[in-house]
Structure formats: structure tokens, C-alpha cells
């Protein structure tokens, strides 16, 4: 057998209790790397855990809240006496809720500011002296297709998915010299629970917005996973604050 695209590398997935971040873990520990996984959710988090490695040696899951630095501080401390090094860090967690400029609150506002962006922020700064010093690193951002163009009914989350592309492009020019890449990662409409919230926005919607993907269906998790694996392995060694889209054709 060839050798696994992560072998011996670990990397760290924020809100992995589920969605993307799950598939990206599996993935991930099936080409050879140990990973952690963080989220608010504790239950699915630990089953998560124990479905992709029943003995704890690849697989560990930590509480986690992207918003509190006294948490990432402690997810760092408990990675590295877990696994010794952070190769990969994939800021996935992340939230939606629809609303427009006339609709928006300011409560809403924040609250998609907060996790979306602050929590990038803060796994970016928390992370990065580490990979510094190691001379190596990749770190992954889950932006959207909503970070790239604009989107009607999209105030709150495009705002944050634009601030995850501009700060991926500005950390990957500041850490260029240490060997530490940054890209991100721009999905189109992927079947996970996030998507229930097309559902309720009204019957319908979700099919109208299936019919405007050019290959005529959603993404699965998958299907962003093995962007997220091409950019945390040496295969993408060359690139850096780049954005990397997965969209079906969307924005074509
Ligand atoms: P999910 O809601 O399935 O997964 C996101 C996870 O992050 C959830 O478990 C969520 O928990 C968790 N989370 C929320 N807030 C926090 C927090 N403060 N700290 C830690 N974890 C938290 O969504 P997806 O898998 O669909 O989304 C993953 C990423 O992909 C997100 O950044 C999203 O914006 C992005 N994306 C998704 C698209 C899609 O079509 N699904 C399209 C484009 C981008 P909880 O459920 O409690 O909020």
C-alpha cells in the first residue's frame, strides 16, 4: 500500500461534531492523519469521536466554543499533550441565518460576526506560533460561495464569509516566510444540517436553489472534505491565500 496524504500529521477541525467537519475528520484519518475534533455540540461530538476511531489513538474529541480564547488555549494545551503537533488547522465551525439589510438584527449581526469570524481569528492566532515555530503548517477557512459574490438574503453570513476570505489572504502573506500556508475553502450548497435552514425559509426554496447549481445537484460533506485534504497535504505545497471554490458551478 502507498503511502496515506496525511501520514503522520495531525491536525485540528473546529465544529467537527458534525456536517463538514465530521467528513473532513473521517477522511482525514483514513489517509493516515490523527485528528481532533472541537464543537459546542458535547454528544455528538463524542459519538463522532468514537465512530471514527473506536480506541481513542486517532481520534480525540474536545468542548469547545470558537468565540472563547481561554478555550482555544486549552484546546491547544490538550492537542499537543494529546498528539504532539498541529500540522492542519480547519476553521469549519460556523453558522447561518438568513435575513436581509431591511431584516437583520443587530443581536444577529453579531452573533454571526462572533462565531464566523472572531472564531477564525482566534484559531488562526492561537495556532499560528505553533506552526511558526515548527517552520510548517496549513491552515484551512471555510469561507463560502457568500464570500465571494453577493448574495441577497445572505447580510449577516456574506459579511463574514468576505472578512474570512480578506484575513485568510492577509495571514497567508504574513506567515509565507515561516513555511505556514493559508487558503480557503469556498462550498456551494452542501446537503448538511445547516441546509434545514432553506427548508424553513418555505417550501420549494430549497429545490429552487438546487435547480441554479449548474451540475444540477447539492455536494455532499465529501466532496469538500477532499478540497480540505488536497490543501492540508504537501499536494498543495505551493499554494497559498488562494481560494479554492466547490460549487458545483454556482459561481461560475
Ligand atoms: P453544521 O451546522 O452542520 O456544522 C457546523 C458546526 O459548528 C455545528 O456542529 C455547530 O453547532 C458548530 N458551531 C456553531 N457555533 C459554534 C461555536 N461557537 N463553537 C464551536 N462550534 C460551533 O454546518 P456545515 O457542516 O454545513 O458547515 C460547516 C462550515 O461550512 C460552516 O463554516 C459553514 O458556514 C460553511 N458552509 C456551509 C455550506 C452549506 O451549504 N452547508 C455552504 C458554504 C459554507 P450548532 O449546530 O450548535 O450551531
Known amino acids: 500500500m502507498g503511502k496515506s496524504r496525511l501520514d503522520g500529521k495531525v491536525a485540528l477541525i473546529t465544529g467537527g461534531a458534525r456536517g463538514m467537519g465530521a467528513s473532513e475528520a473521517q477522511l482525514f484519518i483514513d489517509e493516515g492523519a490523527r485528528v481532533v475534533i472541537t464543537d459546542i455540540l458535547d454528544e455528538d461530538g463524542k459519538k463522532t469521536a468514537e465512530r471514527l476511531s473506536p480506541d481513542g489513538s486517532r481520534c480525540l474529541f474536545l468542548h469547545h466554543d470558537v468565540t472563547n480564547e481561554a478555550d482555544w488555549d486549552a484546546v491547544l494545551k490538550e492537542t499537543l499533550s ?42 488562526m492566532k492561537t495556532v499560528a506560533p505553533h506552526m511558526v515555530q515548527r517552520k510548517s503548517g496549513s491552515i484551512v477557512n471555510i469561507s463560502s460561495v457568500a464570500g465571494l459574490n453577493g448574495t441577497p438574503g445572505f447580510l449577516a453570513y456574506g459579511a463574514s464569509k468576505w472578512a474570512v476570505r ?4 492577509g495571514v497567508a502573506k504574513e506567515l509565507a516566510p515561516f513555511g505556514v500556508r493559508v487558503n480557503s475553502i469556498h462550498p456551494g450548497i452542501i446537503d448538511t444540517p445547516m441546509l434545514q435552514t432553506f427548508e424553513a425559509a418555505g417550501e420549494g426554496v430549497r429545490e429552487a436553489v438546487r ?29 497559498t491565500g488562494s481560494e479554492f471554490i466547490v460549487d458545483g458551478g454556482w459561481s461560475a
Do not use: C, W
Open 82 to 123: 494529546a498528539f504532539g503537533q498541529i500540522d492542519v488547522l480547519v476553521n469549519n465551525a460556523g453558522i447561518f441565518e438568513r435575513g436581509t439589510v431591511l431584516d437583520t438584527t443587530l443581536a444577529m449581526f453579531e452573533k454571526t460576526m462572533d462565531i464566523n469570524v472572531t472564531g477564525v481569528f482566534l484559531g
Open 166 to 169: 480578506g484575513m485568510t489572504k
Open 211 to 239: 435547480m441554479r447549481i449548474p451540475l444540477g445537484y447539492e455536494a455532499e460533506p465529501i466532496h469538500v472534505a477532499r478540497l480540505a485534504l488536497y490543501l492540508g497535504s504537501d499536494d498543495s505545497a505551493y499554494s
